[in-house]
Nanobody
């Protein structure tokens, strides 16, 4: 299993930006697919973006597409989630997760074997 460590969460005003980082370790097969999930108050945890670290291929859920960008820096073993034009509905705990393959969309969290501890993002109006 990969080991994942998120950072970058915090409190911002609506309309502002925030970038989350996920530093990973493990074999390439352990983290071939890295995704960001979030749990917003009152809802189940949802996968919002994924990236295949070998190819850079990305996919986003509709509520964040165009505002969020997932990327990776293989030299730093890090996956980023750049979040722009944040709104109060983006408030929640954000998790980084990794697995070998993640074909399902919407993302199936049971397919992910490795998880970070989560980082809180709070957006106020």
């Amino acid at each position: 299993q990969a080991t994942l460590l998120e950072s970058g969460g915090g409190s911002v005003q609506a309309g502002e930006s925030l970038t989350l980082s996920c530093v990973y370790s493990g074999t390439e097969s352990d983290r071939n697919c890295v995704a960001w999930f979030r749990r917003v108050p009152g809802k189940q945890r949802e996968g919002i973006a994924r990236i295949y670290t070998s190819t850079g291929t990305t996919q986003y859920v509709g509520s964040v597409e165009g505002r969020f960008t997932i990327s990776r820096d293989e030299t730093k073993n890090t996956v980023y989630l750049q979040m722009r034009r944040l709104n109060v509905e983006d408030t929640g705990i954000y998790y980084c997760a990794a697995t070998f393959v993640c074909l399902d969309w919407p993302l199936d969290e049971t397919a992910f074997r490795s998880w970070g501890q989560g980082t809180q993002v709070t957006v106020s109006s």
